[in-house]
């Protein structure tokens, strides 16, 4: 698929103002700091859409992205950083599990895990709530682009034979860098197959 249109549409603290659930969206969940903003830009071919920045917590509400005119990408909080601080962590958990809960039109959730670290209890748990919740999500590898190839698919290999600790079956995988554009086309053709599904 390729985007000929992406424009920011509205930012909301609270899920009922957001747009009227009409068209699919596909929203973007991870720690903060782990490459959501980033991803979203570069899946859009810009620098510029979403805001991005080095320290955590840099996304602090729902922002929405009309994309061709017909679906949204939408950028979140991030969760559970430290640096980020009690009073808005707790802030951004209520705005995410506010927007999980409503957005009837959500497609897919893409839960971004940073590919250079291992397995994470606070992913592990935000997917299995997910999946309890009978939410529809993917992962997303991060910032591919600072590991070696090999220990990129040690690291993914890894993180797979964790989850099938406890999962009988594996989500959607995606490994992507916003530095180098690796797996925008992977990730836009998901979009695209889920759109016309
Ligand atoms: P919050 O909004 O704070 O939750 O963070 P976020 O998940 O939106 O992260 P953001 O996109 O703002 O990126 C955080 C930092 O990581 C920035 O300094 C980015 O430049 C950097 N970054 C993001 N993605 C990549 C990537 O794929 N490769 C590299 N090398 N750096 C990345
Ligand atoms: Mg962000």
Redesign the pocket.
């Known amino acids: 698929m390729v985007i000929r249109s992406a424009q920011f549409v509205c930012s909301n603290s609270d899920v009922k103002s957001c747009p009227a659930p009409k068209l699919p969206e596909y929203a973007f969940i ?10 979203i830009n ?1 899946l859009c071919n810009t620098r510029k859409l ?10 602090q509400l729902i922002n929405h992205f009309l994309i061709n005119n017909s679906w949204y990408l939408v ?1 979140l ?2 969760y559970g ?1 430290a640096r980020v601080g009690q009073s808005l962590r707790e802030k951004f958990s209520k705005i995410i599990a506010d927007y999980l809960n409503a957005r009837t039109n959500m497609m897919c959730l893409f839960v ?1 895990i940073d590919a250079r670290l291992e397995p994470q209890t606070l992913d592990m748990d935000f997917m299995r709530s997910a999946a309890l919740s009978q939410i529809p999500f993917a992962m997303i590898f ?5 590991l070696k190839p090999g220990a990129l698919m040690r690291n993914i290999e890894y993180y797979k034979k964790t989850m099938l600790q406890e999962w009988a079956e594996l989500p959607q995988m995606f490994i ?4 180098n554009g690796m797996g925008k086309d992977d990730i836009l053709n998901f979009i695209e197959e889920v759109n016309t599904r």
């Open positions: 991870g720690r903060s700091n782990v490459g959501k903003s980033s991803l570069m979403a805001k991005t920045s080095s320290t955590p917590g840099k996304t950028d909080p991030g950083f971004l991060t910032k591919a682009d600072k992507s860098s916003a530095e």
